[in-house]
């Protein structure tokens, strides 16, 4: 058996972080570590999700005494309602960065800055919503597929246009059910408007339209947000990577993207490749410029450009407190205020880019698309003129890095499965050979793992301990956002990784060429998931439902998992949380999350803070899924 031996350990990366922290103290500085004491005593009521607030006669908590608010509303559906609203933020959130990228597409011209690097895509968009491309310049092709796109926000009628990519037995349960999803703005004010004081206090009808608002995120926002950024920036392609706080480079200036919107970090990246800007930061006294990643803009920057990801959600603060970056530059979601303030404490410049996003301490630098690129250059000067404000007694960069392969959109799994075993196949893109391999058994089962990190739990621990026991149980794993960090870190997304994996998982990736966990990009990417297993679904002709494959999210924490979550579930796919939903102060919520949606789509959550009594019920689901199978 052949496994590196320099792999990262859950203590490296502990060991690292209290290195880190006391970096932190030093400086005068505090890090979630500290705040997580400050907040150690969560509110019962917050967690179980019986406080409302949504008038103000409250607000109002649910106690054995008090067992309604003043308007009667009890415990079912306070829950409810907060959980809905959840969804609805998490909804608006994916759904909100792809109204952006569609406005980015709709200024698309020849000269730039934003261009059209995926034509391909595009046409193949523009003839699915039925907009002529033949003989037009495919700029006005790009401005029109822009505007349809931006109808599916606010469409009077109808329904959203992806659902048409689902299996027509999941398009007939969703109407069927009447959660069909409409125009995704629409869906939003729903959920707001039922949650209103003097609406809806009835959990089912809260649980549906969450269900409906999320479809309009998973295959609404999130899918368009995909394809919008595949045709502006490239379909991701395989590449190799390196990821983790070791990419920092001590000497060259470092410029961190942080967020989720490519628009931005698109640019920077363009800039720090240019020629011009390695001389400045040469004539600094620097080698160059190290652009790294951090979150989903990581991702998103790996598996288009093979960027190094410098760290997931819970190593923002860690990035800044190696004392090497000289800019950090955010979007939107999933940043900490409190990187202004720690960068504060170095000589890092903190800039926000997104009106959606304003930190108090930040320097601001609206982004626009006409000025975009000269905005990138400006930014990239204010890094290569901060570098001689480096102070070298705060300096330490952990000796921390693991290479990874990136890169695996839809596309790009079907042309690997395609290049290897296809040739009995006579149509391209199928697959048949994934199918296979899961019916003779050789795989077991497919897990998508998602999501974030989250200080409840010991963090990354319950990714690394699920995804290596899937991986020895011959079950392939594919991951997007900062799960997929998470399994760079730990050196379980590369080549090398297969020696991780039981004999038939292990002889699959020798023969494709993959590794075990399959990067699929970002958490709006998401929907890169979604279309694979319904090509799975479709290809098998078993329904969705019933393939031996689920999703899990071992640490998610935010309103966008939550409706990620939901549409996993309307897509009729069993999703396994190591976190629990902050309704358990409802029993008829609990039930409803549990058991009450399998009646809707055939599918559920099962929750379990355990990483591996989780994991365990993982492998015994995809189990039960083959058994009812005969396979
Ligand atoms: Fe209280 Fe009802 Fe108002 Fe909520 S809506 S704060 S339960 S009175
Ligand atoms: S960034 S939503 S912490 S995956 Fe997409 Fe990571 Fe979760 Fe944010």
Redesign the pocket.
Known sequence: MKLNEHITTIEDVEEVNARLHEQAVQVGAETYQDRVKTQATHCKFGEGGICCKNCSMGPCRITPKAPRGICGADAHAIAARNYARSVAAGTSAHSDHTRELLHVLHSAKPEGPYTIKDEAKLKALAAEWDVKTEGRDIYDVAHEVAMVGLMEFGKPEGFQLFTRRAPKERQETWSKEGILPRAIDREIATVLHMTHIGNTAMPEALIRQGLRASLSNGWGGSMIGTEITDILFGTPQERETTGDLGVLDGDRVNIVVHG?DPAMSEMVVAVCETKEMNDLAKSVGAKGINVVGC??TANEVAMRHGIPMAG??LQQENVILTGVIELMCVDV??IFPAGATLAECFHTKFVTTSPIARIPGAIHVEFKTESALDQAKDLVKMAIENFKNRDAAKVYIPPLKQKAVVGYPTDQIIRRLDGVTNSHVDVLGSYRPAIDAIKSGVLRGAVGIV??NNPRVRPEFSHVEIMKELLKNDILVVAT???SQVATKYGLMNNDSKWFCGDGLRRVCTLVGIPPILHMG??VDISRILRLVAGISEDWGVPMPELPIVGCAPEW??E??VSIANYVVSSGIDVYLGIEPQVTGSSEMMEWITQGTRKITGAGFIINTDPKELVQSIIEGIEAKRTALGI
């Open positions: 989720h979150c989903c997931n959600f979601q999933c999501g974030c956002g900062c799960a970002a958490c924490m935010s966008k998992a």
